[in-house]
């Protein structure tokens, strides 16, 4: 037995939250950049497409009706409607993911991490991210120069709401500093893998190691 198969482990989700503007999608596209075992899972969503935004990359960019559809026959593994659109998360590859060892990133909000937790709380890692202030969120959101000053006040509102749920998450991180949140986060990244109830050979590495038959 060589101590990679020992030490095979379970694939785990990294469940990225916070109210929009704070940070989130830019600290996964850091993670996603550095790390090659950790995979993104591309959600669904009915929103208008951003000029940013790749249909099959950033999301599956999709219609009512399908969206319903594929809810209804149990295919998501999480849904929500935010800001008047319909997000998920489809199920199978996910489950594909999981089975052969590889992480998988969410950028979700609360939720949709809710619905989650329902599902598979024991192979999640979830991570609540926070503003430095108010007048900073709002800041970031209008330099973001993509959303109507209408839809920015709205998100604004809706990021009360949002941020209570900081408490339901494993960790919390304060996004004052791009680089040292993504720091921050790939530390809890390293040490939740590393976690014993993850490593699926380690009682067997351990009995080789001890001459136990």
Same mark, same amino acid.
């Given at each position: 037995?060589?101590?990679?198969?020992?030490?095979?482990?379970?694939?785990?989700?990294?469940?990225?939250? /916070?109210? /929009?503007?704070?940070?989130?999608?830019?600290?996964?596209?850091?993670?996603?950049?550095?790390?090659?075992?950790?995979?993104?899972?591309?959600?669904?969503?009915?929103?208008?497409?951003?000029?940013?935004?790749?249909?099959?990359?950033?999301?599956?960019?999709?219609?009512?009706?399908?969206?319903?559809?594929?809810?209804?026959?149990?295919?998501?593994?999480?849904?929500?409607?935010?800001?008047?659109?319909?997000?998920?998360?489809?199920?199978?590859?996910? &489950?594909?993911?999981?089975?052969?060892?590889?992480?998988?990133?969410?950028?979700?909000?609360?939720?949709?991490?809710?619905?989650?937790?329902?599902?598979?709380?024991?192979?999640? *890692?979830?991570?609540?991210?926070?503003?430095?202030?108010?007048?900073?969120?709002?800041?970031?959101?209008?330099?973001?120069?993509?959303?109507?000053?209408? *839809?920015?006040?709205?998100?604004? &509102?809706?990021?009360?709401?949002?941020?209570?749920?900081?408490?339901?998450?494993?960790?919390? *991180?304060?996004?004052?500093?791009?680089?040292?949140?993504?720091?921050?986060?790939?530390?809890?990244?390293?040490?939740?893998?590393?976690?014993?109830?993850?490593?699926?050979?380690?009682?067997?590495?351990?009995?080789?190691?001890?001459?136990?038959?």
């Amino acid at each position: 037995m060589t101590i990679s198969s020992s030490l095979d482990r379970r694939g785990l989700m990294l469940v990225l939250s /916070s109210p /929009s503007g704070a940070g989130k999608s830019s600290i996964a596209r850091n993670l996603l950049s550095s790390d090659p075992k950790l995979t993104l899972s591309v959600s669904m969503t009915t929103r208008e497409r951003r000029p940013s935004e790749i249909d099959g990359t950033h999301y599956h960019f999709t219609d009512k009706e399908a969206f319903i559809m594929n809810r209804d026959a149990g295919q998501l593994l999480e849904w929500a409607e935010v800001h008047g659109n319909y997000y998920g998360t489809p199920f199978a590859p996910v &489950q594909e993911a999981m089975e052969q060892g590889r992480d998988m990133l969410f950028d979700v909000d609360w939720q949709g991490a809710l619905q989650m937790f329902d599902a598979a709380r024991a192979d999640i *890692v979830s991570i609540f991210i926070l503003p430095p202030s108010m007048a900073e969120l709002r800041s970031r959101l209008i330099r973001r120069a993509e959303d109507s000053e209408e *839809v920015i006040e709205k998100r604004l &509102q809706n990021s009360i709401t949002e941020m209570r749920h900081w408490n339901e998450y494993d960790y919390v *991180v304060i996004n004052e500093d791009l680089q040292q949140a993504v720091a921050e986060v790939k530390a809890i990244l390293t040490a939740e893998r590393l976690r014993r109830d993850r490593r699926v050979g380690i009682h067997s590495f351990v009995d080789e190691l001890l001459g136990v038959s």
